[in-house]
């Protein structure tokens, strides 16, 4: 018997997706932070969704019941900022005991309401179930403008890599409180060309490892440029910790200049430069402290 | 402290849809079996989603692993049809234990995958995560021509009722390799004036109790006209158990006689007269088949 766990997440999704039909409306399907679909003139439709687990995702001692609706919907409210896009309409399925407080579900809308309201998102709906384990599964719909949709694959050789904050330590708290960075997102596709960018939901090297597998690119990134949040302890941990939910993105060159220029300073964004785009046969290389150079393997947080 | 089960899952959607902004973009939200959204000149978009969770929606051991992801597509597939519409994107949760055989994976996914294929449905996605219990929520984008769009709040005294399949007994099997009444639901529209249509997953008296509330109207049904099924046990089990899966919709007189004339007969769809709505004040009744008419309460399967 093969078991779940010994193919693991990567290879599953792989497998799963394996003699799935598209039609032409779909311009990308599995392997985005979320699906993009044709919409209109203008616009793409962007797909999302992400299940949050009681044990899994949060634990109930730990995590107020807003935190834990908070981040059910931050979670795909950051996918959609992971395209460049605007976040359009909610759906939330949620299972519970039949013997909670009505106060946890209560608070659990509370959170999802007070985000929706922060990024004018629309719940239009859901679904309710009862479970030994609070489940809650929030699917989103948003919208993007075609010239600025962003993707995983259009990272270049040459392209800076940027993240917007702080990296590690989000499992002592942040994880519960972050606020997606769609506003921060937005700024950056309607000012600049970026040429890839993803969310930091399993780690920062499994995410930079997503971008270069999909777009066909090696990259170089710097120890001392990566910015480390104050509870991260170890680099070596804080790149391979999950939920940070910052952006990574690249851009060439030029417009990396204008970033720079007037974007890093007054501009009051917390955004990093952490190293460049190489070759495909390049692999992933990290540039240590002390100069010395290591090939690495991507690795983060995985489910299986 | 009150409890979930103490409100109950229809004074809970209630409680919980209180302070729900909405932009002008949103025709339909919460009550519905899908959000209406507006898409394009021509149509509507509609969302929808629903929740799958082992030990609720079925039983790990008496369900294969294909129907299993049949069903949890399947349901979403029938809120779609309720409203008139074209399923087109799915997206698919996952969470599984580590250990689970990968075959059960493998199944759920080829039960998704055969019922896509049947009515044109794109997989662009989804989600993956550990849990003890199997839970699947599949969230699914659907499309309908303005014109065609059928809600659940349309239904004028007058309306005759339909339903189009046998009512009760579902949890001996049906439930679990159903097909969504997707091309019903489609002729119908396509060829016809729909007051009012839903589908029936919690019950016939529970969903005609719906489609009542929200077109503010009664309805008189009778015994010896609502088609049970070889399995359903008593009548009155048969009208309150859930899954049926079945559409129940309306039709002013006019249009019931024209789909009467060229549909019952002929079109070899299993489409059954039940009853007829009436003015709000008189509430629901049934004619049972000896004559006696009673007044009812809308009763079936709720979570809570």
Not at 157 to 182: A, E, Q, W, Y
């Given at each position: ?5 010994d193919i693991?997440e ?5 497998r ?9 409306s779909v311009?990308?399907?599995i392997g985005d932070d ?5 919409w209109?003139?203008?616009?793409y439709?962007?797909?999302t969704c ?6 899994v ?9 807003f ?6 919907l931050g979670r ?5 900022a992971?395209m460049g ?5 909610a759906l939330?399925?949620i299972?519970?005991r ?8 209560d608070?659990?809308?509370k959170?999802?309401?007070a985000?929706?309201?922060k990024f004018?998102v ?5 679904d ?9 599964d929030v ?11 962003v993707?995983?694959?259009g990272?270049k050789?040459?392209d ?18 972050f ?7 937005r700024m950056?596709v309607?000012?600049y060309?970026?040429n ?7 780690g920062?090297?499994l995410?930079?490892g ?11 990134i710097?120890?001392?440029l990566?910015p480390l949040?104050?509870?991260a302890g170890?680099?070596?941990?804080a790149?391979?910790?999950g939920?940070?939910f ?9 417009e990396?200049?204008?970033l720079?220029?007037?974007g890093?300073?007054g501009?009051?964004l917390p ?5 460049r ?13 002390n100069?010395?150079i ?6 983060g947080?995985?489910?299986?």
């Amino acid at each position: 018997m093969m078991r779940v766990r010994d193919i693991g997440e990567i290879g599953l999704i792989k497998r799963l997706s394996k003699g799935i039909k598209l039609d032409s409306s779909v311009i990308h399907g599995i392997g985005d932070d979320t699906a993009v679909i044709k919409w209109n003139k203008d616009k793409y439709l962007l797909f999302t969704c992400d299940m949050l687990i009681e044990g899994v995702h949060f634990k109930a001692k730990k995590a107020t019941p807003f935190q834990i609706g908070w981040k059910a919907l931050g979670r795909n409210l950051s996918d959609i900022a992971a395209m460049g896009g605007i976040p359009r309409y909610a759906l939330v399925s949620i299972a519970v005991r039949p013997d909670s407080d009505v106060r946890l579900l209560d608070g659990i809308y509370k959170g999802i309401k007070a985000l929706a309201g922060k990024f004018g998102v629309n719940i239009v709906g859901g679904d309710m179930a009862h479970s030994s384990k609070t489940v809650i599964d929030v699917s989103l719909v948003g919208e993007a403008e075609k010239k600025r949709l962003v993707m995983r694959s259009g990272a270049k050789p040459g392209d800076v890599i940027f993240v917007t904050g702080s990296i590690g330590g989000s499992l002592k708290g942040k994880h519960l409180k972050f606020t997606p960075r769609v506003a921060e997102a937005r700024m950056l596709v309607r000012k600049y060309k970026l040429n890839s960018m993803i969310d930091i939901s399993d780690g920062l090297l499994l995410d930079l490892g997503r971008v270069l597998d999909s777009s066909h690119a090696g990259a170089c990134i710097f120890e001392d440029l990566i910015p480390l949040s104050k509870n991260a302890g170890s680099f070596d941990k804080a790149v391979s910790d999950g939920e940070d939910f910052e952006l990574l993105f690249t851009m060439g060159e030029k417009e990396a200049n204008r970033l720079i220029k007037h974007g890093l300073k007054g501009s009051g964004l917390p955004i990093y430069i952490i190293g460049r785009i190489m070759e495909h046969g390049r692999g992933l290389s990290l540039v240590r402290a002390n100069g010395a150079i290591e090939n690495i393997k991507p690795k983060g947080y995985l489910h299986f």
